[in-house]
């Protein structure tokens, strides 16, 4: 497992300059004005208006919340990586977010709002009756967020501060952990909301800059298929085709047989996880019930489908186009220099895995070494280890390394900016609404006699809540479990990780309301407590 750790330090493939600076330190500040402006808004010390932004919230910034909270770090990571590996299919996980968010406004949320609740477990509870289930979909609420959710943002957030700045993985990871989570319980969920749709123009509008530059690098849409085609790594494994891009690079449904992704999968199977995501996860029902009516909770699922169908554009593609445009590295010394050709085969060397690499505006300093080591396209373990520091490849590395070799200063620093808006605005929701079901879903059982300061203070720094029993975890707890659980991303793409989690663990969700309709609960059903294979 060795070869898989990405602890290490890493040399930044870019310099930055005061231009990048000014732009990072504008975003935190405008940032942090827009924070301290919506806490103003809304009275914060009732349960209502921390939790629930007071259901004062209007469409706008509850649809690019939604978009927000969905699409971290660990998207744009996992889907530039999983795009750069394998094409385009990957884009069903996000497209099947476009028909679900219209259910979650037009069947589930009607529901909910009129049942009056705060969390899903407690719309559980009071359909079906019983504490049980609700203290169990709480602590698993709790536990996918942690391993699924919270890991992979911070694995991705902190993958692409360690490419972009050459810091540690793990010092970067507590340094978010500690930033978010102190930026969340300032706020509450209004705080979160406002400064999602914050994040959310500056991540479209930044990957639209850096999706419109990566076209221009290559010639245009009309060259992407054929230049993906031919980027194959210079070492490869003998005897495989790990090596060459699939041949069904540019299909989004795939063979049900044969494909990496069949498309009886991604249609069927996958409305199963859209399902327990959009209409029943507490992060995603959390905005819709803070809405001023329904007329808006279902305007803002309009406006979140929308901005879903972006990232096969803006995120997918480009991640393509990194491997393109970046197959290998030329070392010299043992500094890394940026290539910027396409890998094409030698016509003497294709059995042999020799590639020849053009290099139309990179000359070699003198003495440099002509000898080349992949990148995102690699497959060799060693070479892999080398480059990003996992064994199993270097696909995570595809948009990071977009941004650093092709934004010019002061753009440079707006994508920094975008990373870390996506980064900010996914833990952020995931933290405020973890805070939610521990206070008013664990916390109220174990001390039904809490009264509503008390449960602000616990859903604002959970660890108020220890005086009254030690032995008891809290959030923060919780939460810093996730930062060893982020390693075993680095063994494979990361949305690859999630996902493969996910489908192991979500099936109860969903499941659940249709299987139990009409029952009252006095224990956990078997079957619950097991989770379907994915």
């Given at each position: 497992?060795?070869?898989?750790?990405?602890?290490?330090?890493?040399?930044?493939?870019?310099q930055?300059?005061?231009?990048?600076?000014?732009?990072?330190?504008?975003?935190?500040?405008?940032?942090?004005?827009?924070?301290?402006?919506?806490s103003?808004?809304?009275?914060?010390?009732?349960?209502?208006?921390?939790?629930?932004?007071?259901?004062?919230?209007?469409?706008?910034?509850?649809?690019?919340?939604?978009?927000?909270?969905?699409?971290?770090?660990?998207?744009?990571?996992g889907?530039?990586?999983?795009?750069?590996?394998?094409?385009?299919?990957?884009?069903?996980?996000?497209?099947?977010?476009?028909?679900?968010?219209?259910?979650?406004?037009?069947?589930?949320?009607?529901?909910?709002?009129?049942?009056?609740?705060?969390?899903?477990?407690?719309?559980?509870?009071?359909?079906?009756?019983?504490?049980?289930?609700?203290?169990?979909?709480?602590?698993?609420?709790?536990?996918?967020?942690i391993f699924?959710?919270?890991?992979?943002?911070?694995?991705?957030?902190?993958?692409?501060?360690?490419?972009?700045?050459?810091?540690?993985?793990?010092?970067?990871?507590?340094l978010?952990?500690?930033?978010?989570g102190?930026?969340?319980?300032a706020?509450?969920l209004?705080?979160?909301?406002?400064?999602?749709?914050?994040?959310?123009?500056?991540?479209v509008?930044?990957?639209?800059?850096?999706?419109?530059?990566?076209?221009n690098?290559?010639?245009?849409?009309?060259?992407?298929?054929?230049?993906?085609?031919?980027?194959?790594?210079?070492?490869?494994?003998?005897?495989?085709?790990?090596?060459?891009?699939?041949?069904?690079?540019?299909?989004?449904?795939?063979?049900?047989?044969?494909?990496?992704l069949?498309?009886?999968?991604?249609?069927?199977?996958?409305?199963?996880?859209?399902?327990?995501?959009?209409?029943?996860?507490?992060?995603?029902?959390?905005?819709?019930?803070?809405?001023?009516?329904?007329?808006?909770?279902?305007?803002?699922?309009?406006?979140?489908?929308?901005?879903?169908?972006l990232?096969?554009f803006?995120?997918?593609?480009?991640?393509?186009?990194?491997?393109?445009?970046?197959?290998g590295?030329?070392?010299?010394?043992?500094?890394?220099?940026?290539?910027?050709?396409?890998?094409?085969?030698?016509?003497?060397?294709?059995?042999?895995?020799?590639?020849?690499?053009?290099?139309?505006?990179?000359?070699?300093?003198?003495?440099?070494?002509?000898?080349?080591?992949?990148?995102?396209?690699?497959?060799d373990?060693?070479?892999?280890?080398?480059?990003?520091?996992?064994a199993?490849?270097?696909?995570?590395?595809?948009?990071?390394?977009?941004?650093?070799?092709?934004?010019?200063?002061?753009?440079?620093?707006?994508?920094?900016?975008?990373?870390?808006?996506?980064?900010?605005?996914?833990?952020?929701?995931?933290?405020?609404?973890?805070?939610?079901?521990?206070?008013?879903?664990?916390?109220?059982?174990?001390?039904?006699?809490?009264?509503?300061?008390?449960l602000?203070?616990?859903?604002?720094?959970?660890?108020?809540?220890?005086?009254?029993?030690?032995?008891?975890?809290?959030?923060?707890?919780w939460l810093?479990?996730?930062?060893?659980?982020?390693?075993?991303?680095?063994?494979?793409?990361?949305?690859?990780?999630?996902?493969?989690?996910?489908?192991?663990?979500?099936?109860?969700?969903?499941?659940?309301?249709?299987?139990?309709?009409?029952?009252?609960?006095?224990?956990?059903?078997?079957?619950?407590?097991?989770?379907?294979?994915?």
């Amino acid at each position: 497992m060795e070869g898989n750790s990405t602890a290490g330090s890493f040399t930044p493939l870019q310099q930055f300059s005061v231009a990048d600076l000014v732009v990072i330190v504008t975003y935190f500040s405008l940032n942090l004005a827009v924070g301290i402006w919506s806490s103003c808004r809304v009275n914060r010390n009732t349960v209502s208006g921390y939790f629930l932004a007071g259901r004062d919230m209007a469409w706008w910034p509850i649809g690019a919340s939604l978009f927000a909270s969905s699409e971290g770090s660990g998207l744009f990571i996992g889907l530039a990586g999983t795009g750069a590996a394998g094409g385009i299919a990957v884009t069903g996980f996000e497209w099947n977010a476009t028909y679900a968010l219209l259910a979650l406004a037009w069947v589930f949320v009607p529901v909910y709002i009129s049942s009056g609740i705060v969390t899903m477990p407690e719309y559980l509870q009071r359909r079906f009756g019983g504490e049980r289930i609700r203290m169990y979909l709480s602590g698993l609420s709790l536990l996918l967020s942690i391993f699924t959710k919270i890991s992979t943002d911070l694995y991705s957030g902190a993958l692409f501060v360690q490419v972009c700045l050459g810091w540690n993985l793990y010092l970067s990871t507590v340094l978010m952990l500690l930033v978010t989570g102190l930026y969340t319980i300032a706020g509450g969920l209004v705080a979160v909301i406002y400064t999602d749709a914050l994040q959310t123009l500056i991540m479209v509008l930044g990957a639209i800059v850096l999706a419109v530059k990566a076209f221009n690098a290559i010639g245009g849409y009309s060259n992407l298929e054929e230049a993906y085609l031919k980027a194959v790594p210079s070492k490869i494994v003998p005897n495989t085709t790990c090596h060459l891009p699939r041949a069904d690079a540019m299909h989004l449904f795939r063979d049900p047989i044969s494909g990496d992704l069949p498309w009886t999968g991604m249609t069927f199977g996958l409305s199963i996880m859209a399902t327990w995501y959009w209409c029943t996860d507490q992060v995603i029902v959390q905005r819709s019930l803070s809405a001023r009516s329904l007329s808006h909770a279902k305007a803002g699922s309009i406006l979140a489908s929308y901005l879903k169908m972006l990232p096969l554009f803006v995120i997918i593609m480009p991640g393509m186009i990194s491997r393109v445009l970046f197959p290998g590295l030329m070392m010299q010394q043992g500094v890394t220099l940026g290539s910027a050709g396409l890998c094409c085969p030698s016509s003497a060397g294709v059995h042999q895995g020799v590639f020849s690499v053009q290099h139309p505006d990179t000359a070699l300093p003198s003495g440099a070494s002509s000898s080349l080591t992949d990148a995102v396209a690699c497959v060799d373990p060693e070479e892999c280890t080398r480059v990003c520091g996992a064994a199993v490849g270097c696909s995570n590395i595809a948009y990071p390394k977009l941004v650093v070799e092709l934004m010019p200063s002061g753009l440079r620093g707006l994508m920094i900016a975008v990373m870390m808006a996506a980064l900010m605005s996914s833990l952020t929701s995931i933290f405020n609404s973890s805070s939610t079901l521990f206070t008013m879903d664990i916390w109220r059982r174990m001390r039904p006699g809490a009264s509503e300061r008390e449960l602000l203070m616990v859903g604002r720094a959970p660890a108020a809540g220890s005086s009254t029993s030690t032995s008891r975890l809290s959030p923060a707890t919780w939460l810093l479990l996730s930062l060893p659980s982020s390693s075993w991303l680095s063994s494979g793409p990361a949305l690859t990780s999630r996902q493969a989690a996910e489908s192991h663990l979500v099936e109860p969700f969903p499941g659940a309301p249709p299987a139990l309709h009409g029952r009252h609960i006095t224990e956990i059903p078997g079957w619950l407590l097991c989770s379907c294979p994915g």
